[in-house]
């Protein structure tokens, strides 16, 4: 029970404080909304097979790309991933989402290009700990013509180096392009929240139909109240949430208590001036 409230308060947090992915320079004023590509799963194969030929792939604004084993005996997720296709051993982290990391914007000679720089990736000597990560310099550059994205290159800068790059052409880094989202369908809060009471209302009702047929055939249907599923459970849990935040309350405020106290005597101890008379 309590790893389930664990992974349903996590989904609360990061439905309710998930990154919106839109950049504005402070310069010109102009607006990047990546979150356009934000659900996009973006896959590149470098064709140069002798110094790289693998697979690169890309979700922008989330770690969900390809899943890579680590020392561990876990996996990590990441943004940007590096795999070969007929070597399931390799597979790299290049880059994991971060956001914090801002791009930077320039319109010399374009109609504008956004470029981020990541250095959060997995560690260029696997067998040195102070190594350093693997970075990534990805490039949004505008095109109208190529849609939601194209990917231009994807690869190592030179073979061996540990640094990547990746340039993607995409209408959303144009100027007087805004993405809104379709207000038609449903948001993941609201499935969330649907999901939730379905099953909260699947459980009283089967739990109450068994109960009926099963247990309380005595009842009947008619015992609407004798019928609920763990009645008494539900009928005590309000009075043991109340014992159980009355416990926190004074198990807290003991602790607080005892530390005063501690911190009291420590001082009187090491000659608090009279806190302690002389009775002789």
């Not at 990541?118 to 102070?130: A, I, L, M, T, V």
């Not at 009471?197 to 109240?225: E, H, P, Q, T």
């Not at 763990?230 to 198990?251: I, N, R």
Request: proline share 2%; hydrophobic share 30%.
């Amino acid at each position: 029970m309590l790893s389930l409230t664990l992974v349903v308060l996590q989904l609360i947090f990061q439905l309710s404080f998930s990154q919106n992915c839109v950049y504005t320079d402070s310069t010109t004023g102009r607006k990047f909304y990546l979150d356009a590509l934000a659900h996009a799963s973006i896959t590149y194969q470098n064709t140069d097979t002798e110094n790289d030929g693998h697979y690169y792939t890309l979700t922008p604004c989330r770690n969900a790309a390809v899943e890579c084993p680590n020392s561990g005996g876990g996996t990590d997720t990441s943004m940007v991933s590096q795999t070969m296709q007929n070597d399931a051993s390799i597979c790299t982290v290049i880059a994991n989402y971060d956001s914090t990391i801002s791009p930077r914007f320039s319109d010399e000679d374009t109609e504008g290009v956004w470029d981020f720089t990541f250095q959060n990736g997995d560690k260029c000597d696997e067998n040195d700990p102070d190594s350093n990560s693997r970075e990534l310099f990805l490039t949004f550059l505008c095109n109208e013509g190529a849609g939601d994205y194209n990917v231009v290159e994807a690869g190592e800068t030179y073979k061996g180096s540990c640094s990547y790059e990746i340039q993607i052409e995409t209408k959303w880094a144009c100027p007087d392009q805004v993405y809104t989202e379709d207000t038609t369908s449903l948001s993941g809060g609201w499935i969330f929240l649907i999901i939730l009471f379905s099953g909260i209302f699947a459980y009283f009702l089967f739990g109450w139909i068994l109960c009926a047929f099963m247990n309380r055939k005595d009842r009947g249907f008619g015992d609407v109240c004798g019928n609920v599923p763990h009645g008494t459970f539900w009928t005590k849990l309000p009075s043991l949430v109340f014992a159980g935040c009355c416990f926190t309350k004074d198990f807290l405020f003991g602790m607080c208590d005892k530390s005063g106290g501690d911190s009291n005597q420590t001082s009187g101890a090491n000659g608090g001036g009279g806190a302690y008379e002389n009775i002789d």
